[in-house]
């Protein structure tokens, strides 16, 4: 079994920056793809990045590419995103998500285990 943690959230004003983490417990995900979502109030959820098995190859949503960088420590078995010059519209709960492959995706339903999500706020 799989458990993801995120941490990290928080409140900062438009412009800040924020790092969130997700660390992995019980079997590795090291070997693994995973990906950053977040979800507005009333709006679905949306993916924001992902990072493949090695660290290598990154894919970055419109919305935030430039701003946003997903990063991997596998001696830590922990998956960052560095969030800069963040924006209101940045607002959501951030999830962090593994497949149970290798290879990245943006697509939701193609994620296997799914953290319990942090709250980000970005005021103006």
């Known amino acids: 079994q799989v458990q993801l943690v995120e941490s990290g959230g928080g409140l900062v004003q438009a412009g800040g920056s924020l790092r969130l983490s997700c660390a992995a417990t019980?079997?590795?995900?090291?070997?693994?793809?995973v990906g950053w979502f977040r979800q507005a109030p009333g709006k679905e959820r949306e993916f924001v990045a992902a990072?493949?098995?090695?660290?290598?190859?990154?894919y970055y949503a419109d919305s935030v590419k430039g701003r946003f960088t997903i990063s991997r420590d596998k001696a830590k078995n922990t998956v960052y995103l560095q969030m800069n010059s963040l924006k209101p519209e940045d607002t959501a709960v951030y999830y962090c998500?593994?497949?149970?492959?290798?290879?990245?995706?943006?697509?939701?339903?193609?994620?296997?285990?799914w953290g319990q999500g942090t709250q980000v706020t970005v005021s103006s």
């Open positions: 990072i493949n098995w090695s660290g290598v190859n990154t």
């Open positions: 019980g079997r590795t995900f090291n070997n693994y793809a």
């Open positions: 998500a593994r497949r149970d492959y290798t290879g990245i995706s943006h697509v939701r339903s193609e994620y296997n285990y």
